[in-house]
T-cell receptor, first 114, second 115 residues
Framework: AQSVAQPEDQVNVAEGNPLTVKCTYS??????LFWYVQYPNRGLQFLLKYITGDNLVKGSYGFEAEFNKSQTSFHLKKPSALVSDSALYFCAVRETDSWGKLQFGAGTQVVVTP | DTAVSQTPKYLVTQMGNDKSIKCEQN?????MYWYKQDSKKFLKIMFS???????INETVPNRFSPKSPDKAHLNLHINSLELGDSAVYFC??????????????FGPGTRLTVL
């Protein structure tokens, strides 16, 4: 069975400071890992994914994430946060033979203050 | 151009009623999904269809019946609505099922309120 954990309900950061949103996962096989963002009253938007290869993945809006197999983590990062980054962020995992079934974390609310 | 669209955006109804939510994607994808997001923002998959064939059915009450008339459409019909059905329902699509590294594209959601 696959699962994903986002240990922080909310992350507060000042504009211009680095932003990190944590995610750990559990799968029985090889994972496909995703980050999505949800703005208020909107659907989820894809940010980035890890499939294989380079452990550092770059995505939309200046976000990146680092896959760490030994720590089973896939933390989302942004070097300099913007107020417009305030949103709900979801980590998701899929096993390679899971028929497309995405398991989402509980979400982390990011609040960036001016 | 809207990639994944849902109608209606808001749905307010009485307990016991039957209602439908429609979803259409113009991305040419062959796989579509329904997700439920509860009041705590937790997202859970309900159904998945690949080329009009049901692939995933996640222990959803049989009051929920998805229908896929073609690859571009996946509708959700709910019978005998209950208070606990109040949630935001998201439709999504992706290309390929076993090629499961493809990201899913989400619709804007339908906020269902059962009174």
């Amino acid at each position: 069975a696959q699962s994903v954990a986002q240990p922080e309900d909310q992350v507060n950061v000042a504009e211009g400071n680095p932003l990190t949103v944590k995610c750990t996962y559990s799968v029985s096989g090889n994972p496909y890992l995703f980050w999505y963002v949800q703005y208020p009253n909107r659907g989820l938007q894809f940010l980035l994914k890890y499939i294989t290869g380079d452990n550092l993945v770059k995505g939309s809006y200046g976000f990146e994430a680092e896959f760490n197999k030994s720590q089973t983590s896939f933390h989302l990062k942004k070097p300099s946060a913007l107020v417009s980054d305030s949103a709900l962020y979801f980590c998701a995992v899929r096993e390679t033979d899971s028929w497309g079934k995405l398991q989402f974390g509980a979400g982390t609310q990011v609040v960036v203050t001016p | 151009d809207t990639a994944v669209s849902q109608t209606p955006k808001y749905l307010v109804t009485q307990m016991g009623n039957d209602k439908s939510i429609k979803c259409e994607q113009n991305l040419g994808h062959d796989t579509m999904y329904w997700y439920k997001q509860d009041s705590k923002k937790f997202l859970k998959i309900m159904f998945s269809y690949n080329n009009k064939e049901l692939i995933i059915n996640e222990t959803v009450p049989n009051r929920f019946s998805p229908k896929s008339p073609d690859k571009a459409h996946l509708n959700l019909h709910i019978n005998s609505l209950e208070l606990g059905d109040s949630a935001v329902y998201f439709c999504a699509s992706s290309q390929g099922l076993m090629s499961s590294y493809n990201e899913q594209f989400f619709g804007p959601g339908t906020r269902l309120t059962v009174l």
